[in-house]
């Protein structure tokens, strides 16, 4: 039977520290506990990584954090030759923090990259510099530079981002909240968690477990770096941070 983690990240992505307890470890020596504060990965979003700080002192790497057989169990990932932890043992969690930093505005970029391109969504992969959104158009009509001055004015604006939930029934009565073309969000839990971006969110609503930053303004510069013809019908869109560079 799947263990269920308690996700404190879902209600405060900026917790960085937090104190858990073992409660299994798998065969694979991946560690569960009864929360955490470490994302798995999904989404498109890498998993956190970090270290857990035992009663005495002593330090457990974590290289990775992935999901089980539900979302819901939380799996931390040991970097090799590291001391396992005991079933019940208490453990002070510590993510590096920078990186989520990183993946959190990048996170909150690609949906701000969904709103200037409203077409659905063929794939998307999240990482701390360099991330990508698909979108299914036959022909692109944008270039980089249109692109990156409305992705621009959205950052510059500071728009408010909160999360709120809804009913699978909610849903279902308004699908277009759903932009990703192959992926559905997990029904059958009666809530789903929107991400929603503008007062009232007038800018976007739209089903994501990801973390993200609190406002527009802090992901901070941004440019489209390339845009790539990925078949007849799909278009890579490539986000970094920082500026334009020049050509």
Not at 218 to 236: C, L, Q
Request: charged share 25%; hydrophobic share 40%; glycine share 8%.
């Amino acid at each position: 039977m799947a263990q269920k983690t308690e996700a404190l990240f879902r209600a405060d992505a900026y917790l960085r520290t937090a104190e858990a307890q073992v409660v299994a470890i798998n065969d694979r020596g991946g560690i569960l506990l009864d929360r955490t504060i470490f994302y798995a990965t999904s989404g498109g979003q890498p998993g956190d990584t970090g270290v857990f700080e035992r009663a005495d002192g002593s330090r457990i790497m974590i290289a990775a954090t992935i999901t089980g057989e539900t979302k819901d169990e939380i799996i931390h990932v040991p970097a090799p030759e590291q001391a396992l932890p005991a079933v019940g043992e208490k453990l002070n969690l510590a993510i590096d923090w920078q990186r989520r930093h990183l993946l959190m505005r990048m996170h909150s970029a690609c949906h701000l990259l969904t709103v200037v391109c409203p077409f659905p969504i063929t794939g998307a992969s999240v990482a701390e510099d360099d991330s990508r959104v698909d979108f299914d158009i036959p022909d692109a009509g944008f270039t980089k530079e249109e692109v990156t001055a409305r992705l621009m004015e959205l950052v510059r604006a500071d728009h408010p981002i909160f999360t709120r939930l809804i009913t699978d029934e909610e849903l279902a009565a308004n699908p277009g909240l759903v932009k990703s073309k192959n992926v559905r969000p997990p029904l059958g839990t009666g809530k789903i968690r929107l991400v929603c971006i503008g007062e009232n969110a007038w800018i976007d609503s739209q089903p994501c477990g990801g973390t993200h930053v609190k406002s527009t303004g802090e992901v901070g510069e941004i440019h489209i770096g390339k845009i790539e013809k990925k078949g007849r019908e799909n278009r890579r869109f490539r986000i970094r941070f920082g500026p334009m560079p020049a050509n």
